[in-house]
């Protein structure tokens, strides 16, 4: 076996290095925050190690890390913390959305998109990042969401429709706050 | 359209670029390979134990009048018979799964089994109801949300039992293709021996390994140990703490059992040989 499995032990490793980054952002966007994106994506990749051998020889292993990783943020969603994926202040309150008056530092901006996205119903949410961040078409999307692509399609279009409500946030993108 | 209606329209394309600058506010710092690979090294070894743990499983049946179809050394050896084909729905154990009795033993004056039991892939939704009414009806449940799901997978179930109590389901799973194991692979639960609480003590350890392994190590809390090898073509209505056995329709590898002596629990197995 030691040849099998070092080879499949290095493939894996390469695996992690390169989509780590990539990973990263999306779950950020998903969870809103820096340590809940860390957990999310270090336990999406330890359910991939145990499927290795059948994963990794697949056509689009990413396709089955994505399914997984929607899968986890699906299951702590309905484990009701919610509250881990709002950003919050001291306070322990979920923010307001900042006075756009206000907003320069573009880690306010990223901050106002992140409160708008946790505001987001979880199927919204996911729907919104694989097409638009993921650039997923909407049947990749239905696939790693496990559902339809027409529950995609109306997820995603009350995902937008929501974000494209909430004025703050349609200012950081007429102010010049995004090229 | 007013100033002010325009201020507030966002195209897709400035959502997605909303959403790649928001991105670029995570750090993304090294990956952390080794964590990783150790903690999807203790989730693969956790799995069946946490599985065992979680659902405690009680089947319907009892021990006791169980008929075990699948003796060792018989068509166990023969590997898996769902291949396609003209069989039936019976005779590809669709509707009754082959059972393989692993080990046996008597304690306190009362007996104990362990064995293997492999429902074959129905083909079908139709097949899929009645393999999922009367997995239901053994007090099995598979690893799938419906019974659609069961179309084209095979599902086996390791339980055990104790006296005349019910019988408790230690590992099952259901999938499309039987992954092989190789070398020194080994995927195990314990549980234990007579209760099914979850703070019980886990005596009796049962998992899969390489069809070429040739001893498996039992280590216990109180570091002694148990080596478990193949039994050959010995019954098991023989008492055995420890063997290793295939099991019929399970192509995937042999089976293992070690039983840790009274007053000690489950430390972790190793394929030693």
């Known amino acids: ?179 | 359209m007013s100033a002010d209606r325009e201020n507030h329209d966002m195209t897709q394309t400035d959502i997605a670029l909303l959403l790649a600058d928001a991105a670029d506010g995570v750090e993304i710092g090294i990956a952390p390979v080794q964590a990783v690979i150790r903690g999807g090294r203790r989730r693969r070894a956790r799995r069946w134990a946490v599985a065992a743990a979680t659902t405690l499983v009680l089947a319907g049946s009892t021990g006791a009048t169980l008929a075990f179809a699948g003796l060792p050394g018989g068509r166990a050896d023969r590997g898996t018979p769902t291949a396609p084909g003209p069989a039936s729905a019976e005779e590809r154990h669709v509707y009754r799964p082959q059972r393989t009795e692993l080990a046996r033993g008597t304690e306190h004056g009362r007996q104990w089994r362990v064995w293997v039991e492999v429902w074959g892939a129905p083909r079908d939704a139709r097949e899929a109801d009645r393999q999922f009414a009367a997995m239901k009806r053994t007090g099995v449940r598979p690893a799938v949300d419906k019974a659609a799901d069961l179309v084209g997978k095979t599902s086996y179930f390791s339980m055990r039992s104790y006296g005349d109590g019910r019988s408790l389901v230690v590992m099952f799973d259901t999938h499309q293709r039987t992954d092989r194991l190789t070398g020194t692979d080994l995927m195990a639960a314990a549980v234990s021996l007579e209760e099914v609480g979850p703070t019980a003590p886990e005596r009796l350890v049962v998992g899969h390994v390489a069809k070429s392994a040739r001893e498996v190590t039992c280590r216990w809390k109180d570091g002694r140990s148990t080596v478990a090898r193949p039994a050959g073509s010995a019954s098991a209505a023989q008492d055995a703490t420890a063997l290793i056995r295939p099991v019929a329709g399970y192509p995937g590898g042999n089976w293992f059992v070690c039983l840790a002596p009274e007053g000690t629990v489950y430390e972790d197995a190793h394929v030693t040989r």
């Not at chain 1, 986890?72 to 919610?82: C, D, E, F, G, P």
């Not at chain 1, 990042?129 to 990749?140: P, S």
């Open chain 1, 1 to 179: 076996m030691g040849d099998g499995k070092q080879t499949r032990n290095e493939e894996f490793q390469s695996f992690v290095v390169g989509r780590w980054p990539r990973l990263m952002r999306t779950a950020f966007l998903l969870t809103g925050e820096q340590h809940a994106a860390e957990d999310l994506v270090q336990s999406t990749l330890e359910q991939v190690y145990v499927a290795w051998r059948r994963v990794g020889g697949a056509d689009d292993p990413e396709a089955y890390v994505r399914r997984v990783m929607i899968n986890a943020h699906a299951r702590r969603h309905r484990r009701r913390l919610r509250e881990f994926l709002a950003p919050k202040d001291d306070s322990g309150l979920v923010r307001e959305v900042a006075d756009t008056g206000d907003r320069i530092a573009q880690a306010d901006d990223r901050s106002a998109l992140l409160e708008a996205l946790a505001r987001l119903p979880a199927r919204q949410r996911e729907a919104v990042v694989l097409r638009y961040w993921e650039d997923l078409t909407e049947t990749q999307t239905a696939e790693a969401m496990g559902c339809s692509v027409g529950t995609v399609k109306s997820n995603a279009a009350k995902g937008i429709a929501k974000l494209r409500a909430i004025p703050g946030l349609a200012d950081m993108v007429t102010h010049g706050g995004r090229k």
